[in-house]
């Protein structure tokens, strides 16, 4: 090989994102220097955060120059090293860019993978990686759930969503799940264990509200918020004095053009309620507690993972919109080599 595909963004996106903020380009192979290495990319991952980093707003982390390729976690195998504790053939996982070939170095964010661990290598992009993690941390540390408490996941079917469900299960909470259609609700029930499933499609604020009444009764302990928007406002209503509400994601709001916003934030004050945000990143150092605890679940078949995967970088576009179309079925991933 003596190129190597990549795709970059190339404008903003402003909305919902565009094909031609994008640009699939070959450029020539990178060399590598000293203490440097290079990876032959297998696989991307695809996440809703990726649409904050497009955007020069402040954030966490600071936005995808223009030019350069679609950050995202990969994995891939070495290709070529000139870097001490990094041997050809060697899988590696790290922060890298959607593309066929990264460079890696001493002391960046790239770090060996055990292939031989998991039962696929893909895994460590879903349940041993930062999705998992998200949901373990975001569950057990933010949301501080007990036993008998009832949980309410919105953005249920998705990757992380459908892990805290079935984590809250083995906490021995109530768990319900809000999800779009009539399949991914039959998902969370009957491959999950949700107790409860409520289709939010066709339904307004006030008929979301009375949903989750319905399945809660007695009102809700715990929130771990995926999605935001009408969804977020809904579940605020519904709250029991004394709920936590984890907050991971607003997937419903990334693509608006103008801010959106909860309505229902009074809801905290009049149930003496806490809002927390959380970021897997501030528990890396922790991950190998999540492994070790997730890993037997997994393996009892407390909890069951699944992966959508895509091929070619070429499709990398269409894949990533399933995130906000609703088309993935499990954690998106991207196959590029």
Same mark, same amino acid.
């Given at each position: 090989?003596? =190129?190597?595909?990549?795709?970059?963004?190339?404008?903003?996106?402003?909305?919902?994102?565009?094909?031609?903020?994008?640009?699939?380009?070959?450029?020539?192979?990178?060399?590598?220097?000293?203490?440097?290495?290079?990876?032959?990319?297998?696989?991307?991952?695809?996440?809703?955060?990726?649409?904050?980093?497009?955007?020069?707003?402040?954030?966490?982390?600071? #936005?995808? #120059?223009?030019?350069?390729?679609?950050?995202?976690?990969?994995?891939?195998?070495?290709?070529?090293?000139?870097?001490?504790?990094?041997?050809?053939?060697?899988?590696?996982?790290?922060?890298?860019?959607?593309? =066929?070939?990264?460079?890696?170095?001493?002391?960046?964010?790239?770090?060996?993978?055990?292939?031989?661990?998991?039962?696929?290598?893909?895994?460590?992009?879903?349940?041993?990686?930062?999705?998992?993690?998200?949901?373990?941390?975001?569950?057990?540390?933010?949301?501080?759930?007990?036993?008998?408490?009832?949980?309410?996941?919105?953005?249920?079917?998705?990757?992380?969503?459908?892990?805290?469900?079935?984590?809250?299960?083995?906490?021995? @909470?109530?768990?319900?799940?809000?999800?779009?259609?009539? =399949?991914?609700?039959?998902?969370?029930?009957?491959?999950?264990?949700?107790?409860?499933?409520?289709?939010?499609?066709?339904?307004?604020?006030?008929?979301?509200?009375?949903?989750?009444?319905?399945?809660?009764?007695?009102?809700?302990?715990?929130?771990?918020?995926?999605?935001?928007?009408?969804?977020?406002?809904?579940?605020?209503?519904?709250?029991?004095?004394?709920?936590?509400?984890?907050? @991971?994601?607003?997937?419903?709001?990334?693509?608006?053009?103008?801010?959106?916003?909860?309505?229902?934030?009074?809801?905290?004050?009049?149930?003496?309620?806490?809002?927390?945000?959380?970021?897997?990143?501030?528990?890396?150092?922790?991950?190998?507690?999540?492994?070790?605890?997730?890993?037997?679940?997994?393996?009892?078949?407390?909890?069951?993972?699944?992966?959508?995967?895509?091929?070619?970088?070429?499709?990398?576009?269409?894949?990533?919109?399933?995130?906000?179309?609703?088309?993935?079925?499990?954690?998106?991933?991207?196959?590029?080599?």
């Amino acid at each position: 090989m003596t =190129e190597n595909r990549r795709f970059l963004l190339v404008k903003r996106p402003d909305g919902e994102p565009a094909s031609g903020d994008f640009e699939l380009r070959a450029d020539p192979l990178p060399e590598i220097a000293d203490g440097q290495f290079l990876i032959r990319n297998q696989y991307a991952s695809l996440d809703p955060a990726q649409r904050g980093w497009m955007s020069d707003a402040d954030s966490y982390m600071p #936005p995808i #120059p223009l030019g350069d390729p679609v950050r995202a976690t990969t994995i891939g195998i070495v290709e070529e090293s000139k870097a001490e504790g990094f041997d050809k053939g060697q899988w590696v996982m790290g922060l890298n860019g959607i593309e =066929e070939y990264s460079v890696g170095m001493v002391g960046g964010f790239t770090q060996p993978i055990d292939e031989k661990a998991v039962p696929s290598v893909t895994n460590y992009l879903s349940l041993f990686g930062a999705v998992g993690m998200t949901a373990y941390f975001g569950f057990f540390d933010v949301c501080e759930p007990n036993e008998g408490d009832t949980v309410l996941v919105s953005g249920a079917a998705g990757a992380v969503g459908s892990i805290v469900g079935q984590l809250a299960k083995i906490k021995g @909470c109530t768990a319900i799940g809000i999800a779009g259609g009539p =399949e991914k609700c039959a998902r969370l029930t009957e491959r999950y264990g949700f107790d409860h499933a409520i289709d939010y499609r066709g339904k307004d604020g006030a008929a979301l509200e009375g949903a989750i009444r319905e399945a809660a009764t007695d009102g809700v302990d715990v929130i771990f918020e995926n999605v935001g928007g009408t969804i977020l406002d809904a579940g605020l209503m519904n709250l029991k004095n004394g709920a936590r509400v984890g907050l @991971c994601g607003l997937i419903s709001e990334y693509n608006a053009p103008e801010p959106v916003g909860a309505r229902n934030l009074w809801q905290l004050i009049v149930h003496r309620a806490s809002i927390r945000g959380l970021l897997v990143a501030d528990y890396i150092e922790r991950f190998a507690e999540g492994a070790a605890a997730m890993g037997p679940w997994a393996a009892e078949g407390k909890i069951v993972i699944d992966e959508h995967i895509d091929e070619g970088i070429e499709n990398a576009f269409d894949a990533f919109m399933r995130l906000f179309e609703g088309t993935n079925d499990g954690k998106m991933i991207l196959k590029i080599g």
